[in-house]
């Protein structure tokens, strides 16, 4: 290989190297802390079943125990 070539591709090679060195510095992964974050939070309030809800879940309950017993 001729030198000439060699100062062709190894010149802008490092050019290149040194600019993503450069660029790449000042990247940052995460935002800025802020200091008006919450730390209470509002929990939805939850419906209790009915009981025509609480028997059906329980005969589900029911057959699942059941299907464990008959299986062993």
Not at 13 to 33: F, I, M, N, Q
Not at 41 to 70: C, F, H, M, W
Request: glycine letters at 2%; charged letters at 30%; aromatic letters at 6%.
């Amino acid at each position: 290989m001729k030198v000439m070539n060699r100062k062709k591709i190894i010149l802008p090679a490092l050019l290149l190297l040194l600019l993503s060195a450069v660029t790449g510095c000042s990247y940052k992964e995460e935002p800025d802390r802020t200091n008006d974050a919450t730390t209470s939070y509002v929990t939805p309030k939850g419906d209790l079943p009915s009981a025509d809800e609480r028997a059906y879940v329980q005969t589900l309950v029911d057959e699942y125990n059941k299907s464990i017993k008959s299986s062993k």
